[in-house]
């Protein structure tokens, strides 16, 4: 039961809503049905999914992650011994073929090879920011794109299967203000362990730009999605709003620096349980849109 519990901390229950949604809303949006598509893809997109993609940095940044004080409860877990973490990190990658492996396979099965394509680059992008030899996450830049990729892939693979275009006036705005989004909230969350990763070596956009450039950095990535947000039709502009929760947010460490970077680490908090009341005002926009009420 404890190595359980170690698997269900590692996938971050607190997070599963923030890939399991994108894919749901899209397909529903798109398709108007529920289907067995729909049930598969996001109970894949609610926990295997974030088992894998958190297991994994787990399983491979246990070192870093031990010297970082930042880490442990809601933002990752930490086991202290050794030789129980060996074992609990064996477990983890066990269970990460056992329960993604079976769904993937599935749900390839279910779409053309364009919607194949895209599910397997997505996960590809959730092996590659923290495996071995890849490490994306140690590439400034990549590190960030791949990171919204995490949570805006589920979406891009909704829309595929479900047979929408990308390229549309009222669907490429959504999925690209979400990349931006999701640059912007990686690129401020690695203010707070500037210090920490120059000490370990990692590289990451924070410790090559800066902390306080990589705040104005962010705030300008949640500003542009703020705006392409606008380019959609009614009531879809009503979203515009959204970011800039985020951007009121980090505004407050415009003036942090390498040297007290840990500061940012309350606006991490805030962001953490900003994406609750931002997620259910994205709910009632959809409901609405959905029901034609605007």
């Known amino acids: 039961m404890s190595t359980l519990a170690s698997i269900v901390k590692a996938s971050r229950p607190v997070s599963w809503i923030n890939t399991a949604f994108p894919f749901a809303a899209g397909y529903l949006m798109v398709t108007r049905e529920i289907d067995a598509v729909l049930v598969v893809g996001t109970l894949f997109f609610l926990i295997p999914y974030n088992l894998l993609m958190y297991g994994i940095n787990d399983v491979f940044d246990y070192e870093s992650d031990l010297a970082n004080p930042r880490k442990g409860g809601i933002e990752g877990d930490v086991i202290r011994d050794r030789e129980r973490a060996r074992s609990v990190h064996r477990a983890i990658l066990w269970a990460c ?4 492996l079976p769904p993937m396979v599935w749900l390839l099965l279910q779409g053309g090879v364009a919607a194949a394509v895209t599910l397997v680059l997505v996960v590809f992008g959730v092996i590659a920011y923290s495996a071995p030899g890849l490490r994306f996450k140690e590439k400034p830049f990549l590190d960030s794109l791949t990171s919204a990729l995490h949570f805006c892939g589920p979406l891009l693979y909704a829309l595929v ?40 070596g990692i590289g990451s956009v924070a410790t090559v730009i800066g902390a306080r450039a990589t705040v104005w950095f962010a705030l300008a990535l ?46 991490w908090r805030t962001f953490l349980w900003l994406n609750q009341p931002v997620g259910f005002a994205v709910t009632m926009l959809l409901i609405v849109a959905w029901n034609g009420w605007l």
């Open 97 to 100: 073929a056992v329960t993604v």
């Open 161 to 200: 299967i479900a047979g929408a275009s990308l390229t549309a006036p009222d669907t490429w705005p959504i999925w690209v203000a979400f990349i931006l989004w999701g640059m912007a909230s990686h690129a401020f969350g690695a203010v707070q362990d500037v210090r920490a990763d120059r000490e370990g």
């Open 222 to 267: 949640y500003a542009a999605s703020s705006l392409l947000l606008l380019l959609l039709p009614w009531p879809g502009t009503l979203a515009a709003v959204l970011p800039l929760a985020y951007v009121a947010s980090v505004a407050r460490f415009t003036r942090v620096t390498d040297a007290t970077c840990e500061d940012a680490n309350r606006g």
